[in-house]
């Protein structure tokens, strides 16, 4: 079955320091990957999403950037974090399990000081 | 673009009784995907159940179950037998093959003992 796995689970910056937030998926190959940000209270937001490796689309122009260097594999990645990056993030995939699914990791909940 | 709407912010149920949640959306497609997620304190999206826009039969999964109405653009879902365990935010989503989520607004579930 499929697996989803993310991390760090939680994590705490300073503002002006890089960021890297790592996705792996198990168990299929070419998912369709996904970053969303959850700021408290509010719904997702879709950050970027990526339907094969080196191929990214950016959905809102931001302190952000994403790159997917192997099939399985989504990063995350700031180089100067701002205190408005601070929220939830989670990575999700969708393809064919069985039936047509759409599933998200357990997310990162990030802390810009 | 489609649009999702959940009209209960909030509702609650008394434990081991039967609560529903509404959600209705807007699309010109035929075929689609319809989720219910869950998201408890942790704020992990769990996937609760699923619905193929072109089959007509309601999901089901254990005390879970749909109500789909596609002429009327209407997937609400109902709770059966409802344990503490079962208090969070839900959210529905529609998504049209590998494209992005798009979420209502969420409908917190408070589960009265």
């Known amino acids: 079955s499929q697996t989803i796995h993310q991390w760090p689970a939680t994590l705490v910056q300073p503002v002006g320091s890089p960021l890297s937030l790592e996705c792996t998926v198990e168990?299929?190959?070419?998912?369709?990957l996904y970053w969303y940000r959850q700021a408290a209270g509010r719904g997702l937001q879709l950050l970027f999403y990526?339907?094969?490796?080196?191929?990214i689309s950016s959905e809102v122009p931001q302190n952000l950037s994403a790159s997917r260097p192997q099939d399985r594999q989504f990063i995350l990645s700031s180089k100067k974090l701002l205190l408005s990056d601070s929220g939830f993030y989670l990575c999700?995939?969708?393809?064919?399990?069985?039936?047509?699914?759409?599933?998200f990791g357990s997310g990162t909940r990030l802390t810009v000081v | 673009a489609q649009t999702v709407t959940q009209s209960q912010p909030e509702m609650s149920v008394q434990e081991a009784e039967t609560v529903t949640l509404s959600c209705t959306y807007d699309?010109?497609?035929?075929?689609?995907?319809l989720f219910w997620y869950k998201q408890p304190p942790s704020r992990q999206m769990i996937l609760v159940i699923r619905?193929?826009?072109?089959?007509?039969q309601n999901a089901t999964e254990n005390r879970f179950s749909v109500n789909f109405q596609k002429a009327a653009k209407s997937f609400s879902l109902k709770i059966s037998d409802s344990q503490l365990g079962d208090a969070a935010m839900y959210f529905c989503?529609?998504?049209?093959?590998?494209?992005?989520?798009?979420f209502g607004t969420g409908t917190r579930l408070t589960i009265i003992p």
């Open positions: 619905q193929e826009a072109y089959k007509q």
């Open positions: 989503a529609y998504v049209r093959g590998n494209e992005k989520l798009t």
């Open positions: 699309t010109s497609e035929s075929d689609y995907y």
């Open positions: 999700a995939w969708s393809g064919w399990d069985g039936n047509y699914g759409y599933t």
């Open positions: 990526s339907v094969g490796i080196g191929q």
């Open positions: 168990g299929t190959s070419n998912p369709n």
